[in-house]
């Protein structure tokens, strides 16, 4: 059974800056599609950051310029770096997986979830 485990999440101030790490197990990690998604209450899920087996990324606009999404296919582990952070970013962070050819890029193609960790932003 495929797994995903977050962590890195907590609370940080206003301009802080945070790391996510996601460990993927039990799937062909290099040939996997990964993405962060973010969900807050009463809201859908959107999708924060992707990044492609060979590496493209694409990012939400509220985020370009302040996360970076970055894979280490040796460690099985796909990262969030998130600096600048604003209140507005305080919610749940899910980490995606898609196989093969798979996209990451809409929350119904998402094959495989993390079980989130929850992110705080205080102003």
């Known amino acids: 059974q495929v797994q995903l485990v977050e962590s890195g999440g907590g609370l940080v101030q206003t301009g802080g800056s945070l790391r996510l790490s996601c460990v993927a197990s039990?799937?062909?990690?290099?040939?996997?599609?990964m993405g962060w998604y973010r969900q807050t209450p009463g809201k859908q899920r959107e999708l924060v950051a992707a990044?492609?087996?060979?590496?493209?990324?694409n990012y939400a606009d509220s985020v370009k310029g302040r996360f970076t999404i970055s894979r280490d296919n040796a460690k099985n582990t796909v990262y969030l770096q998130m600096n600048s952070l604003k209140p507005e970013d305080t919610a749940v962070y899910y980490c995606?997986?898609?196989?093969?050819?798979?996209?990451?890029?809409?929350?119904?193609?998402?094959?495989?979830w993390g079980q989130g960790t929850q992110v705080t932003v205080s102003s």
């Open positions: 990044i492609t087996s060979s590496k493209s990324t």
């Open positions: 039990r799937i062909n990690f290099s040939m996997s599609n």
């Open positions: 995606a997986a898609a196989r093969y050819y798979g996209t990451v890029q809409t929350s119904t193609s998402v094959e495989y």
